[in-house]
Structures are given as structure tokens and as C-alpha cells.
DNA sequence: ACGATGCTGATACGGCCGTATCATCAAAGG
DNA sequence: CCTTTGATGATACGGCCGTATCAGCATCGT
């Protein structure tokens, strides 16, 4: 049998020119003849790695998320070899900003599908829902090891901390994706509350 | 000149009709036929009140602010005659949460808008873009009101403070529309957040 | 009263989109 | 070598959607 291309390559390529593609005329408005032409192959190609446009759709948004958490590893890996918990959580709250084009496009895209979500189950079934509930969890427990070394403001929740930071990036990425703020002002807003989180803890005494 | 109907009436009809079928199928799925069907009226009324679907979708979008302005006086005005600044607060970023199924529709069909603002440009020139901005600044005013007050926590910042608020309330509105959070917990986030802002005023000594 | 005119309804048109069909080509196994 | 099977391309089909067209109706000014 002439398996004479990478199956999984090939998907991941096509994947791509989708989320290019959606990335400037909105995930709304692809076809699946955009998609061809953005990756340079027929329309039948398309259709032979992906039966359905749903299934091109789902394994988009698959792609998505993982290029999101590559982002994400790639983050908290530059924070240092030994990041204190705040540059930790400061890395994984800024990931979900939109500061350059790529994150500008993965959040976009990302929220595309979330309104998708909320009437399509099949997209609500889908893990990217659920994903935020690891982020949150992984989140609480960096602030709760904070806090046994004392590195927190005194009465703070952590459980519920996280989820309002979590929150707080997410609605500030929204704003900064409708040109309503700048990226310096969201970082500046998310320093404002982290400091109110955490100890302060610079040099001077 | 027969004048039977009130213009602005039937396109207000229309325009709710729009509104309830793009609150369940979504606002992508929305034809002009399914609005007309919704409405009970012809397809070709729909088109005579509105030229064109683009200009219906406008005219929904204005009609949805409308809805949400009266929703927040609503809220304002029933958080008691004169309310303290916290309640007022509260009454402000409770209104942006979807807890019944009318906000629920409000926060869906706000966000889809957002989304395709992204990539339409006369979209993106709608002023609702910019309404969450008067948002933050009225939000900042209380704010600064209640720190003249001597009502919140020393060391909060009003403006980074009203910005990061809003942005976490927008952020919990999103995770309680695709079902990842309830509204209590949501509310529990918000009000652990406020907890941090305002200083404890409780009649405990 | 009656015609001009704002208003309403049924239906047709062109276009695009997702999907299916059919034919062809290339390579691996016997 | 040649057949089988995976891979690819060109093209057709049915359907829906936004918009346009055309005919009929109801009402107000005179």
C-alpha cells in the first residue's frame, strides 16, 4: 500500500491553513475551498483527511489547544530554573493574553469556539471546555504552595483567587482582542492585582 | 399616507424576534427567514423594515445595549435608595453575569457580536465596543468616591481596580455561559474579590 | 369617492457551500 | 510485470440564503 505522505503531517498542515485563514476573515466565514486554497491542495484533499467539515472543525480546534499549551510550556520554561510562584503564575496568566499575532489569533479562535459551545453540544462535549478547570486547579495549587511558605497576603483564598485571576486574563485578553485596551494596560491591571495577592517581597526593607 | 403600524415598534418586534432565535441557535445560524418565522411575520417585511440582514444584525445589536442599559438601572435602582458603594458595586457586576436565562442570552449574543467585531470593521466601530468603557470610568468614579470615604483598603488602586473587576466579571460571565462555572461560585469569586477592595465594614467590632 | 401611496405577501434568481461522484495516477506486493 | 489499493484531481448536485421582482391591498388626502 503507497502510504506515500505523513497522514498526521498532512491533517496538521491543513489545520494550520484553517486556523490562518480563520485567523483573519473569522472562523465563521471559512469554507471549506478557503481552507484548500490557504494550504495549496485541492478541494477533494481537504474532504479525503477530513470526511466532514465538523470533523476539519474539531480537529482544528484540537490543533488549537495544543499549540496553546506549547505556548504555555514555553512560558513557565523561560520563567527561570527556579521561578518563584508569582513570575509562575505571572507566566501562565500572560500566555492567555493576546500580545502578539499568534496569541491574538489562539485567543480570537478560542472564543470562536466557546460561542460555538454554547449551542453546538457536540462542541460543548469537547475537552478545550473542561481545560480552564486544570488550569484553575494547577493555579490554586501553586498559590496554596505560596501560602505554607508564607509568601501570600494574609487571608487570602486561594481556590477562589485563582479562579478570579483566571478569570480576570481571560476578560482582559477579550478586552485587548476588541481594541478596547492595550496589552501594557491589561499586564499593568493583572501586576496591580497580583500584588494585592501576594506579599510584597522586593529587596527593600 | 397610511401609517398603520409604528415603525419603530415592528422593528423592535423583529429585532426581539432575532434576538430569541439567535439565543438558542445561535447568532451565526440566524437567516432572515428564521427571524421572519420567529416574528410571525413575512419574510419580505423583514426585509422592508430592514434593507438588508446586515443592518437588521446592527439594529439587533443596538436593541440588545438598550436591553442591558435598562437591565443595569434595574439593578442600580433596586439596590436600595441609597446604596453604599459596595452594593452598588456589586449591583454593577452582578448585571454582566448571566444568571437567569434573559442575561444568559445577553452575555451570548454580546460576545458573539464581540467575535465577529474582530473582523468586521463596521462592527468594530459600533460604540458598543466602547460602552464597557464608561463602564470603567463610571465604576473608577465610585470607586474613588468610596476611597475618599475612606471605604476600601489602603494601597487599592481605583482605576486598575474598576478595570481588573470588570474584566473578571466578563471573564466569569463567559465561564458560566459554557457551563464551567455556576453562578454561586461565580459570585463567590467576585465577592472574595470585593472582600479584598473594600475594607471589612461589618457591625462586628 | 377615488386615486395616489405607503404597506404586505408570494415567488423567483443567482450564488455559494458542503458533499458526492467518477476518473486517474502512483506505488507496493505477488 | 501487473494487479490491487491508497491518494489525488476535476466536476457535478442539491440545498439554503440573501436579495430582487411584481402584484395586490388598505388607507389617507382631497
Not at 25 to 37: N, P, Q
Not at 45 to 57: A, I, N
Not at 131 to 151: F, K, R
Amino acid at each position: 500500500m503507497p502510504k506515500r505522505v505523513d497522514h498526521a503531517e498532512r491533517r496538521t498542515e491543513i489545520a494550520e491553513a484553517l486556523v490562518r485563514v480563520a485567523g483573519h476573515r473569522g472562523l465563521h466565514a471559512v469554507g471549506m475551498r478557503d481552507v484548500a486554497a490557504e494550504a495549496g491542495v485541492s478541494l477533494r484533499l481537504v474532504q479525503y483527511y477530513f470526511e466532514t467539515k465538523e470533523k476539519l472543525l474539531l480537529f482544528g480546534l484540537e490543533h488549537l489547544t495544543g499549540k496553546f499549551g506549547e505556548r504555555l510550556a514555553a512560558r513557565i520554561r523561560a520563567a527561570g530554573d527556579g521561578p518563584g510562584p508569582r513570575a509562575m503564575v505571572e507566566a501562565l496568566l500572560m500566555t492567555a493574553l493576546p500580545t502578539d499575532e499568534e496569541s491574538r489569533v489562539l485567543h480570537h479562535l478560542y472564543t470562536s469556539y466557546a460561542v460555538l459551545a454554547v449551542t453546538d453540544r457536540t462542541l460543548a462535549a469537547q475537552p478545550f471546555i473542561k481545560d480552564p478547570d486544570v488550569a484553575e486547579a494547577a493555579l490554586t495549587d501553586i498559590l496554596l504552595q505560596a501560602q505554607d511558605a508564607d509568601l501570600l497576603q494574609p487571608g487570602v483564598d486561594a481556590r477562589l483567587t485563582a479562579a478570579g485571576l483566571l478569570a480576570m486574563s481571560a476578560g482582559l485578553g477579550t478586552s485587548i482582542l476588541v481594541g478596547q485596551r492595550s496589552p501594557e494596560s491589561a499586564t499593568a491591571v493583572l501586576d496591580d492585582h497580583l500584588d494585592r495577592v501576594f506579599r510584597t517581597v522586593d529587596a527593600a526593607s
